[in-house]
């Protein structure tokens, strides 16, 4: 899939291009177009335009068409969808074909069907002494689109992440400047051939590919013609976007980073326990955001817990790769500076050897470490890889200031027998997310996001289409 920018209906390359890298093996893929701030000029324009066009005057009902229409064009080109984010992100094909692609077919069509019976409010009020009418007026709420949404996604769920801000945003009426990461621009440039066989009004949708500072990212948060911004990426880049935004008092809404911890407590079930904690510390070599980076195992089954998830990390086969040299290397360096502030490596702790063409890749091993004190850097940071940190808790009190001693606080596991230690402990760490026996089952109706330094604001359901549109209260008297 050769990599284009997508503005008012029309496929361009203009800008310099730089080389798309396989991290599976290193090879290069092609080339990637660098939008230039004109390139994100046109783009803002041709979103505003399409906002005094058809779409602006487009009732609910034709908009949930257009997204059925989306959703159906992603699964008709199904198999292009998974082979362009295999190769851009190196993933197993199975995570593609299981999670990927039918979540973003699920995100269109969701929102779709979301726009039909949202209540609507309304309220007869008496105001005494009035000179004139009844006495009583009517007031009722409406919902408009907030204009232009930039939407900037990551390069870990590219396609997944992207469409479940896109979809939203679409369906309350606004118009989409998007900006995939520079290291996954495929399924972003499908998404816009999609976009444009559905027949969406020119400007509706228009996609920009590069770089973040200094570059289009910067270019398309910081524009003043931009209405609202939607982001999922790393803290110290929201805060950037934060301060741009802050220039003209754009709202955002931020799914930003996370040290997810697990509480693992000596009644649960063990098999259960050590099951989910490897899927939630391994999956796709621990690049979502949702992953558990901190396992806090209650003492009595400390040790076994920790050889048997050690016995399960060292096991793992056909895993992928991390997204880049540079972020292989990151990951690396945290487990070089774990070693060095005292970390004993139960399993894993650096880059495999495959002996075929893998090895050119940007490959880390499944990692299990234990030992750390809790203000070692290794063990405070997100690493964003398949590294986690055992250590052991001997009271529930203790078990919760360890999971909420953190600067983050995305999700966390609960790990227990006892259903009333599960509904005591749940409200009282401090995340937006507790699984409690389970971990990344998700109903796309419920509230997503972080608190602390995890985010700002609440994605999927009705909070989706409350953050992308705005009420307009109307007062007539009667």
């Known amino acids: 899939m050769k990599a284009e920018h997508y503005v008012g209906g029309v496929f361009r390359s203009d800008g310099p291009a730089f080389p798309l890298i396989a991290p599976v093996d290193g090879t290069e893929l092609g080339a990637v177009p660098e939008a230039t701030r004109e390139v994100v000029d046109d783009a803002v324009a041709a979103a505003r335009a399409a906002l005094k066009g058809p779409w602006g005057a487009m009732a609910a009902e034709e908009r949930a068409a257009a997204l059925r229409r989306v959703a159906d064009g992603v699964q008709a080109r199904f198999e292009e ?15 593609a074909e299981t999670v990927d692609v039918p979540r973003a077919v699920g995100n269109f069509r969701a929102y779709a069907d979301l726009l039909y019976g949202r209540p609507e409010r309304a309220y007869t009020t008496r105001v005494p002494g009035w000179s004139s009418g ?19 996604s990551p390069w870990n769920l590219p396609l997944l992440l992207s469409t479940w801000k896109i979809a939203p945003a679409l369906a309350c009426g606004n118009a989409v400047v998007a900006k995939p990461s520079e290291e996954t621009p495929s399924t972003a440039t499908l998404l816009a051939r999609v976009m444009d066989d559905a027949g969406l009004p020119p400007g509706v949708f228009n996609l920009v590919h590069g770089h973040g500072p200094g570059a289009a990212g910067e270019f ?33 809404s931020f799914e930003l980073g996370g040290k997810n911890p697990a509480l693992v407590f000596a009644d649960a079930d063990l098999d259960a326990a050590v099951d989910g904690t490897v899927r939630s510390c391994f999956t796709h070599s621990g690049q979502i955001c949702l992953c558990t980076e901190r396992v806090y195992v209650e003492r009595p089954v400390f040790e076994e817990f920790v050889s048997r998830l050690g016995e399960r990390a060292r096991a793992l086969d056909g895993y992928g790769p991390m997204i880049s040299a540079g972020h292989r290397d990151k990951v690396l360096s945290y487990l070089r500076l774990a070693r ?9 702790g650096g880059a495999p050897e495959f002996g075929d063409a893998r090895d050119g890749g940007f490959h880390v091993q499944p990692t299990v470490l234990t030992g750390l004190p809790e203000t070692a850097r290794a063990v405070r940071e997100e690493i964003f890889g398949p590294v986690c940190h055992v250590a052991p808790f001997d009271t529930e009190d203790e078990a919760l200031a360890l999971a909420n001693d953190s600067p983050y606080g995305l999700a966390a596991t609960v790990w227990t027998r006892d259903l009333s230690r599960a509904h005591r402990v749940a409200p009282r760490v ?30 999927g359901g009705e909070y989706s289409l409350d953050f992308f549109s705005e009420p307009v209260n109307v007062c007539v008297q009667i």
């Open 81 to 95: 969808f998974v082979d362009a984010e295999v190769a851009d992100t190196g993933r197993p094909r199975a995570f």
């Open 134 to 152: 009844t006495g009583e007026a009517l007031n009722y709420t409406v919902r408009r689109p907030l204009g232009v949404v930039a939407v900037v």
């Open 220 to 252: 398309l948060t910081g524009h003043p013609g931009v209405d609202a911004i939607a982001f999922t990426g790393e803290s110290a880049t929201g805060a950037a976007i934060m301060r741009n935004a802050a220039d003209h008092v754009t709202p955002v």
């Open 430 to 459: 401090e995340t937006g997310i507790v699984w409690v026996n389970c971990w990344n089952l998700r109903d796309l109706r419920t509230p997503f996001g972080g608190v602390k330094a995890s985010g700002i604001g609440r994605e």
């Open 340 to 348: 060095e502030e005292g970390a004993t490596v139960v399993a894993g």
